[in-house]
């Protein structure tokens, strides 16, 4: 079946991405303190969508080497570069202690975590070792049509590499890959190689010509997947997966 034919009716999902943070919070996002007096319902949204935001502007700084592999920084030292208290910051670095992005260095603050070639490869590895098979089961079983709503998610990919946003493509890439994945049905799975997906993330090279060349590359082979999967081309499918996660690992 053509794909273009295959896709015809079929409109895409539902635009509900987080869109990339900046590095500063929004002036109307910034924390507004009380003290010595009960926190209103609203103080309590507030500060907990203070804390996604500076969640978000982390991830994004860990992404694009702002914050340096090795490097100790201190929860009032971010608060201040972002204008907010030091409490969402540090509620922020213990949620990236956990997903292994930070590591804690009591009464200093929390120190970016070194990924070396070896642990790189080895996240690899387990990807592969998860996606591999369930992509290679869903080309069998997913109908063509039902691949069409991916098609935004790996237009994003490559609209991120095309201008080097290293930030907005690690979150398009984590996008296409979960949606993908999505399509077994399985939650566990999804979550699980999310996590490792997000792992595998930070920090990236800091050389932007070569890392968008390899970004470039990259989301091409999403495009080229996603059209094997249409096509239900078992073989290619498993090849392309197999260079995915040998090549760039994204």
Same mark, same amino acid.
């Given at each position: ?173 984590? !996008?296409?890959?979960?949606?993908? %994945?999505?399509?077994?049905?399985? @939650? =566990?799975? &999804?979550? +699980?190689?999310?996590? $490792?997906? *997000? ?19 990259? !989301?091409?082979?999403?495009?080229? %997947?996603?059209?094997?999967?249409? @096509? =239900?081309? &078992?073989? +290619?499918?498993?090849? $392309?997966? *197999? ?8």
């Amino acid at each position: 079946m053509e794909q273009g034919r295959a896709c015809e009716g079929v409109r895409p999902p539902h635009a509900s991405a987080t869109a990339r943070s900046s590095v500063r919070v929004p002036e109307q996002a910034r924390g507004e303190h009380t003290h010595n007096e009960p926190s209103p319902p609203r103080a309590v949204v507030q500060r907990h969508s203070v804390r996604g935001q500076i969640l978000e502007a982390l991830r994004a700084a860990l992404v694009d080497g702002e914050l340096i592999p090795g490097q100790v920084y201190s929860a009032p030292a971010l608060g201040a570069r972002f204008g907010v208290s030091a409490t969402p910051v540090r509620e922020a670095m213990q949620q990236l202690a956990v997903e292994g992005a930070v590591e804690v260095v009591p009464n200093r603050g929390f120190r970016v975590a070194e990924r070396g070639p070896r642990e790189l490869a080895e996240l690899a590895e387990v990807r592969a070792l998860i996606e591999v098979p369930v992509m290679v089961r869903l080309a069998r079983t997913v109908p063509p049509a039902g691949w069409c709503a991916l098609r935004p998610l790996a237009d994003a990919t490559v609209a991120a590499a095309a201008v080097g946003d290293r930030a907005g493509y690690a979150e398009a890439d984590r !996008a296409f890959h979960g949606a993908v %994945l999505a399509l077994s049905g399985n @939650a =566990q799975l &999804v979550t +699980v190689a999310d996590e $490792l997906h *997000r792992r595998s993330q930070w920090p990236l090279e800091t050389n932007p010509v070569t890392r968008r060349a390899d970004l470039l590359a990259d !989301a091409a082979e999403h495009t080229a %997947l996603l059209d094997a999967l249409i @096509a =239900q081309d &078992v073989m +290619v499918v498993q090849s $392309l997966v *197999r260079e995915h996660f040998t090549g760039s690992g994204g």
